[in-house]
């Protein structure tokens, strides 16, 4: 079906583009023609991280269903989790439009959409809402007017209140597109903040009788002295999992075309060589004491499984989506799970 709507989709602006299917995707999963998808032998699949027990290792990156609106259409994709947000304290317009724009040629989006969202707590409504009880990660980040020296407090109100309604919740530190929101990457930094999330998610947790993880989400645009540094500080405020990676702001890959021009994140197959050699180093570093998952420019199942055998636990996906449509979700389960048949 994507196939036959790809050619319209493809002549909108991005943005009426996403959302014109996020609708059509909820018309067919309310009408009943989107039947829920399931590998015929579901338990082949199955995977654990970050203490979660996954129905395949295939997960929507965050981004997409930005406000939890579309969960249950989502899920019935095939995906084993489902991120949604970034989600901030306080609802937010985003950037000015246009801030979306992708090249097929080059199979690559670039976005400056700077977290509009309706705000955390019209998300909580719509994931109370939604009838989804499969692997549900919560992404939280900070308001563009919240000072940057403020921002633990912005990702503090979110922790608290997506605390009850999430399987985990993704710190985001990476995007490009939040004025210095990715300095919170730096050592000092980033020790404050996790050290204060993570007392915040033992108290939550003796509260509330359960232990929801917390992962950090980094950008692909990290030296290698810089993702040392992230390894140990994870290990050392014992983070549950790492999320490699976000949108990158190198667009030398694109030369002369006008996407290359425009400000913003880019993704889709130019972020997967950089996304790779994060994810690689990363590995070798944590030596299996934090999982990872892996994220960056997955077009086709091969992808999934080359970021399984560099060491990732579980895979995000977006970009591909747009340019192959959901049919790469099985693709990947598929190309994922023979890997690991022959390992
Ligand atoms: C339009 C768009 C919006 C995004 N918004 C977010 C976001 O709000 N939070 C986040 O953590 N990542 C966001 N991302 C990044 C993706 O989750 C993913 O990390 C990145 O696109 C690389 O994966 P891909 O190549 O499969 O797209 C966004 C990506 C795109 C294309």
Do not use: W
């Amino acid at each position: 079906m994507y196939a036959a709507l790809k050619p319209l989709l493809f002549r909108l602006n991005a943005e009426q583009a996403h959302h014109l299917t996020l609708r059509l995707l909820q018309l067919a999963y309310r009408s009943g023609l989107l039947k829920r998808q399931q590998p015929a032998n579901h338990k082949a699949g199955q995977t654990t991280l970050m203490g979660l027990t996954l129905p395949n290792a295939v997960g929507l990156a965050a981004g997409l269903d930005k406000n939890g609106a579309y969960i249950d259409a989502l899920a019935a994709l095939g995906f084993g989790f489902i991120e949604v947000g970034t989600v901030t304290p306080r609802p937010q317009p985003g950037n000015p439009r246009p801030r979306l724009f992708r090249s097929a040629a080059h199979q690559a989006i670039v976005n400056r959409m700077g977290f509009n969202n309706q705000g955390i707590d019209a998300l909580i409504d719509n994931v109370k809402k939604s009838r989804f009880n499969g692997i549900l990660g919560i992404n939280i980040g900070k308001n563009a007017t919240t000072p940057i020296e403020k921002a633990a407090d912005d990702y503090l109100i979110c922790l608290q209140k997506a605390y009850p309604h999430a399987s985990y919740i993704t710190v985001n530190i990476s995007s490009p597109n939040t004025k210095n929101l990715r300095a919170l990457q730096s050592e000092d930094e980033l020790t404050s903040l996790l050290t204060r999330l993570k007392n915040r998610q033992a108290q939550l947790s003796t509260q509330q009788g359960h232990y929801v993880p917390l992962a950090v989400k980094i950008a692909p645009d990290l030296t290698p002295e810089q993702i040392s540094i992230i390894a140990e500080v994870a290990q050392q405020t014992e983070i549950d999992g790492i999320i490699a990676t976000n949108t990158t702001i190198d667009k030398s890959s694109l030369g002369q075309h006008p996407l290359a021009a425009e400000a913003g994140g880019l993704s889709g197959l130019p972020v997967r060589s950089k996304a790779n050699q994060v994810l690689t180093q990363l590995a070798e570093e944590l030596n299996g004491c934090i999982p990872i998952i892996g994220v960056g420019g997955i077009m086709t199942g091969a992808d999934a499984a080359t970021k399984q055998q560099l060491g990732a636990s579980a895979v995000q996906i977006y970009s591909g989506l747009v340019f192959q449509g959901p049919t790469l979700i099985r693709d990947c389960i598929q190309a994922m799970h023979q890997t690991d048949a022959t390992f």
